[in-house]
């Protein structure tokens, strides 16, 4: 999961993320969610103020609505007007005036970029931003010949980040047999892995993104011939090298790989690259507890598609004619049975464990697909590193209800990979009995690895129950969070509702940990 320091641009609704030291989602007035927004959108009443028409902005008069009561904002070059959406935004007024009567772009890609903007703002659009004069442009808009347009496709050259030098950044080749082509991209990096590549293959479209630390690389043409879509993706971690083994349809020579499509051949920073979605087919539901279902989602034949520890993908649906995003920590596939050591995720299928809300917007949705019928899962997103974990002697999880999921491959991974361990606890809070999720596993957890403790935290017990009640609190923390030593390294990682997260995180400093001690996911 990902943990940001403030919300800018979130869907009115959506669950807020929150750093160690950020800032939670601001209560909303009655009348002002997610579903109220769609309403007002489709109800006719004019948003912009405007009475239909789009007009260019100049930066000049985009400056001047920098009022709560009047407020504009551009987003890529399109400016909208969000005075009627402030009293919807569960991060509150002040983060969107952070962007007011400016270009709000780079606020809104550090912070919810995966937010479907277009969509959410399409009734408040005043227009475009209008072009600067001919003449201030001439020097900085160089003539690209035809050939150079040609070879490839939307760039004249390849887009190098200032801070790289082009001998670091990724590039690739390909070669061919009777039967087959490989696609070779050299990263030149030395600790590439398969979870560090997220591959596409969709009838003749070949869409291969690959990370490199804090950037990403695209590689995305449209194959000259047909060629089958189970794709073989190897991964050379020592060298850097990473292939794509296609099988040919016809057996003929390639004169050229393919065409160039949009960024082909780029190399960017991860928050500039636009999150890449492709559909899955639900295969199965099944009833974890009563009111938490999983979801096996089978992923398109051609996609690789790993989701490292603690990161998350988005969920994408159309609803009421708008689409809704959500973010989801997928669990790994060992946990559908039991927990194994070590764990092998199956690189075929997705799971999901969610909880259905039914008064709310998007999980109602997802109870009602059926099986068989498709949902768009986009690549994954996180800033959690397994580097993190180095050296760890003392690991602490904090869960509320479904913020179960993250801690899951975290959990595996850390008592079967992690050297320096010496204690692993889990403090999982819920509301009854029947809320815990996978608690036979849990417990049997700690039976089979002494380092491994679980403690179940209930706020709302029936009678007999004989564990910790009530909710998170400094003092139920104080007891938990300790250090098996004086001088141990300590990570503890947190997360669940907003509010769950946010008194968490401030009891944890209150008793002395740092941010650097913390690490905050979303549920």
């Keep these: 999961m990902l943990n940001v320091p403030s919300q800018a641009f979130p869907a009115p609704g959506s669950q807020q993320r929150v750093a160690a030291g950020g800032r939670s989602k601001v209560p909303l007035k009655p009348g002002r969610s997610l579903m109220d927004w769609i309403r007002l959108t489709k109800s006719g009443k004019d948003l912009t103020g405007l009475k239909g028409r789009l007009i260019e902005v100049t930066e000049e008069e985009l400056a001047k609505h920098n009022k709560r009561t009047d407020c504009w904002i551009c987003i890529r070059g399109l400016v909208y007007n969000i005075t009627p959406y402030m009293e919807y935004h569960p991060g509150g007024e002040d983060e969107l005036m952070k962007a007011a009567g400016a270009d709000g772009t780079e606020l809104f890609d550090q912070v919810h970029r995966w937010v479907n903007y277009e969509s959410m703002l399409k009734e408040c659009m005043v227009g475009r931003m209008a072009l600067k004069p001919f003449a201030a442009l001439k020097e900085s808009c160089p003539i690209v010949s035809e050939e150079n347009r040609i070879l490839n496709g939307l760039f004249s050259k390849k887009k190098v980040p200032d801070n790289y030098s082009k001998e670091a950044v990724p590039s690739y080749d390909w070669f061919q047999t009777d039967g087959s082509i490989t696609v070779v991209i050299y990263t030149k990096q030395k600790d590439m892995n398969s979870e560090l590549v997220i591959a596409d293959l969709q009838e003749r479209k070949l869409r291969g993104e690959l990370i490199v630390k804090d950037y990403s690389y695209l590689l995305h043409l449209e194959l000259s011939y047909a060629v089958h879509e189970d794709m073989i993706v190897q991964v050379s971690e020592k060298v850097g090298k990473v292939e794509f083994i296609l099988k040919k349809k016809e057996i003929l020579s390639w004169k050229k790989l393919g065409q160039p499509l949009e960024s082909h051949n780029s190399f960017v920073k991860r928050t500039e690259r636009g999150l890449y979605y492709r559909k899955c087919r639900l295969l199965s539901k099944t009833n974890v507890s009563h009111d938490t279902q ?3 989602l089978a992923l398109p034949l051609g996609t690789h598609l790993l989701v490292p520890v603690g990161h998350h993908v988005y969920l994408r649906q159309t609803i ?8 989801y920590t997928p669990v790994p596939s060992f946990l559908v049975s039991t927990f194994k050591n070590p764990c092998h995720d199956d690189q075929l299928h997705i799971f999901f ?7 709310g917007l998007f999980t ?6 059926q099986i068989g019928e498709y949902i768009s899962v986009s690549n994954p997103e996180g800033n959690f590193m397994k580097s993190q974990m180095e050296d760890v002697e003392d690991l602490f999880l904090l869960a509320g209800g479904t913020g179960f999921t993250p801690m899951v491959k975290l959990l595996s991974c850390a008592l079967t990979s992690s050297n320096n361990l010496r204690a692993v606890k889990f403090m999982f809070f819920n509301k009854t009995e029947d809320d815990i999720l996978w608690r036979n596993q849990l417990e049997q957890l700690a039976l089979n690895d002494a380092r491994f403790e679980v403690q179940f935290v209930l706020s709302e017990p029936k009678k007999g129950w004989k564990g910790k009640e009530g909710k998170i609190s400094s003092s139920l923390l104080s007891q938990f969070v300790k250090r ?10 947190i997360c669940g509702p907003p509010p769950f997260m946010e008194q968490g995180i401030q009891f944890l400093q209150d008793l002395g940990y740092s941010s650097k001690e913390i ?4 549920a």
């Design 519 to 522: 690490h905050c996911f979303t």
């Design 484 to 493: 098996s030593k004086c001088d141990s390294k300590v990570l503890i990682c």
């Design 364 to 369: 109602p949705v997802l109870d009602a697909l």
């Design 353 to 359: 464990i969610i909880k259905i809300y039914p008064s």
């Design 294 to 296: 999983l979801f096996c």
């Design 320 to 327: 009421t004619g708008t689409e809704i995003v959500k973010p």
